[in-house]
């Protein structure tokens, strides 16, 4: 313990005695001076000479310097003794704002230690030019700044002292600003900004100038500075529009909130000096501002309500701008929108006079209306045509501006057309063109100008014979196209006498309807057609008529009976004949002969057997009725034949009749022809049937005579496109027209004969007796059938005719 205490004290002792030494021995101080900025590895002196050190020592002895802070500046050759500069050498940033800059630096020996102090003092080169602390110095004046008025500049900075600082400024050329250059207490130089000529910041709003600082070394070196100076506004300048007065154009019913104009004034000044408020002024009318709006911040006129030409055309405002200045000021421009007229109205018709019902013989241009044409649009958009349908009785002719009249241009005829809807179309001459419409209905009045028609010129209406009285014939309607009383018909039966008959006591029509009745029942055997006329009128004034031909034709019902006229018998009576036995095969036995006065197709005959004893003896013509044999008699051939043949008509249901006729054979042959003589007829037996054929001749002739007197009668007449009325049964000979005659010869052993003449079924056939030779025999000639009327002889009656033959001897 106590020995390393006396070790602690030693050591004290040690270095207290150590330090007395170096200070004793570095209170000598060695001074240099060297120019900063030297080159690294320049020699600064001999340090080993000026210190009297043995150079050969100085790597033994550790010759070093210290370091200043941090930094080794200097260094000493260990082998020359020499001291260089190991680094860069800044005065200025070893020395900052001094003017004297002394490095101190203390060099150190070993063995023995000695510290010597060394002064190395930096000498200042002019190697920084002067600067200023910004690059740009800002300035606000206001324009309003008086001249004269002083501005304080930041001055420059040249970290170089004496003659290498600053020593003067340059100012650039300016006619506003100027400067003056002050130097201060501590011999620094800066320069005052000096305004002399008023400023106007709406001329020029910024002034751009360059300050120059120069130092005074060899060569100078220079710093420049802008310096913007910024003139302040002042509210001096109103706002003004680029132009005192707009006109604007603007289409009608532009949409609402549609821009019209965007206005634009603008104010010299800047900030609130120069932000602007639009509003309408006093002189703007109350409807200019509902239908328009004001953006007060940026101008803009927006449409605000409808826009229609035809209401205001012209719309005249004044703008006023304001700045939001102090003190404001204000400018104000005149706005004119013309309203220009698009084409949005639709033409309109009006009429003004106006015939709903005309009559149809209204004549041909009469006006029947009147109508007026208007559209509230302008120019081509207002400019209306006006047409009517195509292809009607009607034309429109203008009376004066917009006003037409609607005439008449063609007859008119209620019949054809009843009434006339006329469509006035209005078109207008704009784009698009616009049109509008209004139908009217003419109705014609009716005037009777129309002859009542039937539906045909010529009736030809078949009645069934037999038909009851009062039945209805046909309804013959005609038909009137005129209105009311004009078109009320009532028929008449146009009197004609036929054969001293009125039409009206056969025939009868309903004078409203044209039913035709017939008054009585009809007998085809009797008449066999009418012919009449009917005629309608009207109930108009003077009343039309027009009348047709009526043809009535009576139509054959099967009503009658076959009538067996040969061989004759009285009725309910059996004929009986006699044959001699020897006759040949295909000798005429009998001949039946019937007639039917009905029509022809009614009327044809055809015969058969009811009832024959013998069917191989005797054979009957279907179509003649002739009975022949087939073969010759025999022994053991009865004495006595019973036939009965039943004729029957063509008719729906057929009639008939019948006849029996009894044969029985003698054995006496008859003698021949060629032996005959004429026998004298006995009138006496045969009375009644010479009184029929005196009767049949005498009505011939009376009907003969009736018909002659009624052609004379229908000839003196008016000729009329009708039939003359067919003569009744008994009238008409009409035999004689085609009637050929054929004989066959009927052989009878009665004493007596008698001759007639038969038509059947409106063919004539006749029967007559011939005297034969030496008088035993008399001879029956007939009409064949086949040679009858033929059906087309519509208006020809059956007639009887009988004819007295004489004998030949009396010939």
């Known amino acids: 313990?106590?020995?390393?205490?006396?070790?602690?004290?030693?050591?004290?002792?040690?270095?207290?005695?150590?330090?007395?030494?170096?200070?004793?021995?570095?209170?000598?101080?060695?001074?240099?001076?060297?120019?900063?900025?030297?080159?690294?590895?320049?020699?600064?002196?001999?340090?080993?000479?000026?210190?009297?050190?043995?150079?050969?020592?100085?790597?033994?002895?550790?010759?070093?310097?210290?370091?200043?802070?941090?930094?080794?500046?200097?260094?000493?050759?260990?082998?020359?003794?020499?001291?260089?500069?190991?680094?860069?050498?800044?005065?200025?940033?070893?020395?900052?704002?001094?003017?004297?800059?002394?490095?101190?630096l203390d060099a150190t020996i070993d063995n023995p230690i000695r510290i010597f102090n060394i002064e190395v003092e930096i000498l200042d080169i002019n190697d920084n030019a002067p600067h200023f602390r910004r690059d740009t110095i800002h300035l606000d004046i206001s324009e309003s700044t008086p001249v004269g008025e002083r501005f304080s500049l930041n001055n420059a900075v040249d970290p170089d002292v004496g003659s290498n600082s600053i020593k003067t400024y340059y100012f650039s050329e300016s006619d506003h600003f100027n400067i003056e250059i002050q130097s201060g207490r501590d011999g620094s130089k800066f320069a005052d900004l000096i305004l002399k000529k008023s400023l106007d910041r709406e001329e020029q709003n910024v002034h751009s100038l360059i300050l120059t600082a120069v130092d005074g070394g060899v060569p100078a070196r220079s710093g420049t500075v802008s310096i913007v100076v910024r003139v302040l506004d002042t509210n001096d300048n109103a706002p003004q529009f680029d132009k005192d007065g707009y006109t604007i154009e603007l289409s009608e019913n532009s949409p609402i909130g549609s821009l019209v104009v965007k206005l634009n004034a603008t104010d010299l000044d800047e900030g609130l000096n120069s932000e602007i408020t639009y509003l309408f002024s006093l002189y703007t009318s109350e409807k200019t501002q509902q239908t328009f709006t004001l953006n007060s911040d940026n101008g803009e006129i927006r449409v605000k309500d409808m826009v229609n030409y035809e209401d205001f055309k012209i719309y005249d405002m004044e703008i006023i701008a304001r700045d939001k200045g102090t003190n404001s000021l204000s400018g104000q421009c005149k706005l004119t929108i013309l309203i220009t007229d698009m084409n949005d109205n639709h033409p309109e018709i009006s009429v003004k006079s106006f015939q709903s019902t005309i009559k149809e013989n209204i004549e041909v241009d009469t006006i029947i209306a009147v109508v007026s044409v208007s559209d509230k649009d302008s120019g081509n958009n207002g400019v209306v045509d006006i047409r009517i349908n195509d292809n009607l009785p009607f034309a429109l002719r203008e009376s004066s501006d917009n006003y037409y009249e609607l005439v008449v241009s063609k007859p008119l005829d209620r019949e054809k057309v009843p009434e006339y809807d006329i469509t006035f179309t209005v078109t207008d001459r704009g784009t698009p063109q616009l049109s509008d419409n209004e139908t009217i209905t003419v109705e014609l009045l009716d005037v009777n100008d129309n002859v009542p028609r039937?539906?045909?010129?010529?009736?030809?209406?078949?009645?069934?014979?037999?038909?009851?009285?009062?039945?209805?014939?046909?309804?013959?309607?005609?038909?009137?196209?005129?209105?009311?009383?004009?078109?009320?018909?009532?028929?008449?039966?146009?009197?004609?006498?036929?054969?001293?008959?009125?039409?009206?006591?056969?025939?009868?029509?309903?004078?409203?309807?044209?039913?035709?009745?017939?008054l009585k029942t009809f007998d085809y055997e009797i008449e066999k057609e009418f012919l009449f006329h009917i005629e309608a009128r009207d109930s108009g004034v003077p009343p039309l008529s027009s009348n047709v031909t009526v043809h009535i034709i009576i139509m054959d019902q099967n009503d009658n009976t076959p009538v067996i006229v040969s061989p004759w018998r009285a009725h309910g009576t059996v004929v009986e004949e006699k044959i001699p036995r020897n006759t040949d095969k295909g000798s005429l036995v009998a001949?039946?002969?019937?007639?039917?006065?009905?029509?022809?197709?009614?009327?044809?005959?055809?015969?058969?057997?009811?009832?024959?004893?013998?069917?191989?003896?005797?054979?009957?013509?279907q179509y003649n009725g002739e009975i022949r044999t087939m073969r010759m008699f025999s022994y053991r051939d009865a004495r006595y034949q019973r036939l009965i043949v039943i004729a029957k008509d063509n008719g729906e249901p057929a009639l008939s009749a019948t006849v029996t006729i009894k044969l029985s054979t003698v054995e006496t042959a008859l003698k021949s022809y060629s032996d005959m003589t004429e026998v004298p007829l006995e009138y006496d037996i045969f009375s009644d049937l010479n009184l029929y054929l005196v009767i049949g001749l005498g009505s011939v002739s009376f009907l003969l005579l009736i018909t002659i007197l009624v052609t004379i009668v229908l000839k003196c007449q008016k000729p009329k496109p009708s039939k003359a009325a067919p003569p009744s049964r008994n009238s008409v000979i009409s035999s004689e027209r085609n009637s050929t005659f054929a004989d066959s010869t009927l052989v009878s052993n009665d004493a007596y004969w008698y001759s007639m003449f038969l038509a059947e079924t409106r063919k004539g056939k006749m029967v007559v007796r011939q005297p034969v030779p030496k008088g035993a025999r008399y001879v029956v000639s007939s009409l064949p059938r086949g040679t009858g009327l033929t059906d087309t002889s519509d208006s020809a009656a059956s007639t009887l005719q009988a004819s007295t033959t004489t004998s030949s001897s009396s010939s």
């Open 1 to 104: 313990m106590d020995t390393h205490i006396s070790a602690c004290h030693w050591q004290r002792y040690v270095s207290a005695f150590l330090t007395l030494y170096l200070l004793h021995s570095a209170s000598t101080v060695t001074h240099y001076s060297i120019p900063e900025e030297m080159d690294i590895g320049s020699v600064v002196a001999n340090l080993a000479a000026d210190l009297n050190i043995d150079v050969n020592t100085l790597s033994r002895r550790k010759m070093r310097l210290d370091n200043i802070a941090n930094k080794k500046y200097l260094e000493i050759n260990k082998e020359t003794g020499e001291l260089f500069i190991f680094e860069r050498i800044d005065r200025e940033y070893l020395c900052i704002s001094k003017s004297t800059c002394v490095l101190k």
């Open 454 to 518: 039937f539906n045909q010129t010529f009736y030809t209406i078949p009645v069934m014979e037999n038909n009851a009285p009062g039945a209805l014939l046909a309804s013959l309607t005609a038909l009137d196209p005129d209105l009311h009383e004009n078109q009320y018909l009532v028929y008449f039966i146009i009197e004609k006498d036929i054969v001293n008959t009125s039409m009206s006591m056969l025939f009868s029509i309903n004078p409203e309807n044209g039913n035709l009745y017939a």
């Open 591 to 621: 001949k039946v002969i019937a007639i039917d006065t009905d029509s022809v197709h009614n009327s044809r005959i055809s015969y058969q057997f009811l009832v024959n004893t013998d069917t191989t003896l005797f054979s009957l013509d």
